[in-house]
């Protein structure tokens, strides 16, 4: 809707760009095999969701579909053995979902304890990677205190994998994203992204999920801000 809206402030061109050069104090843009220059370049590329081959011979449900309760429940059946990667609000609200349907078992593969995000006032501690809300509630009232009957919660181990793995029809990868490919360049090389000010070099700029701001708490912790 921002974007929308802001193209009926300016001339503009959509289109895939398949190059980026610097020269003549200009950005030249490669844009369906036609060149654009401009001052100034924002980078807002995102991300995809990180996959690994933990399960090999088990189908994927990608995270994005994860995340819809509605759709996930179109998506698992009751002889299901479904594998969810990840410990963060995104893996603990999919456990939330899986829990509520009809499936024969869930393993939980975490690399650290639950972590919650705390309200310090004027401040929150761990906001960026703690559970909160719904979330944070279903995991300290279910979750660790009385988790359904077939859901497990295992380290994740090489043996672990393993030795549950085999069992898993279906995988759910929470465990982040990476950033998707950039525009070919030579310049970029030669420059990196500061967290703090969102510049990457020469009037060249990042934002989003693939050029986070960073943040320092009160407590010293620093956060990448990857939430809306």
Not at 199 to 208: E, K, L, M, S, Y
């Amino acid at each position: 809707k921002v974007t929308d809206y802001f193209l009926t402030q300016v001339n503009y061109k959509k289109g895939f760009v398949d190059s980026l050069e610097f020269f003549d104090d200009v950005w030249h843009v490669g844009v369906d095999n036609q060149v654009v220059s401009a001052r100034n370049v924002i980078l807002a590329t995102g991300c995809k969701p990180r996959i690994f081959e933990y399960a090999k011979n088990a189908d994927i449900i990608p995270l994005d579909y994860a995340l819809d309760k509605e759709i996930l429940a179109q998506m698992v059946k009751p002889h299901d053995t479904i594998a969810v990667f990840g410990g963060s609000h995104s893996a603990i609200l999919i456990l939330k979902y899986l829990s509520s349907c009809n499936v024969k078992e869930i393993f939980n593969f975490f690399k650290h304890p639950l972590l919650y995000a705390v309200d310090m006032g004027s401040w929150t501690l761990y906001g960026t990677n703690g559970l909160k809300g719904e979330t944070a509630i279903w995991a300290r009232d279910v979750l660790e205190k009385n988790p359904p009957k077939n859901l497990f919660r295992i380290e994740n181990t090489k043996e672990n994998r393993d030795s549950y793995l085999k069992r898993c029809n279906k995988v759910i990868y929470a465990v982040g994203y990476e950033k998707n490919s950039l525009p070919s360049s030579s310049k970029l090389d030669e420059f990196s992204f500061n967290p703090e000010t969102g510049i990457i070099g020469t009037r060249i700029f990042g934002i989003g999920l693939a050029f986070p701001g960073e943040y320092t708490d009160f407590a010293g912790n620093k956060e990448q801000l990857i939430g809306v």
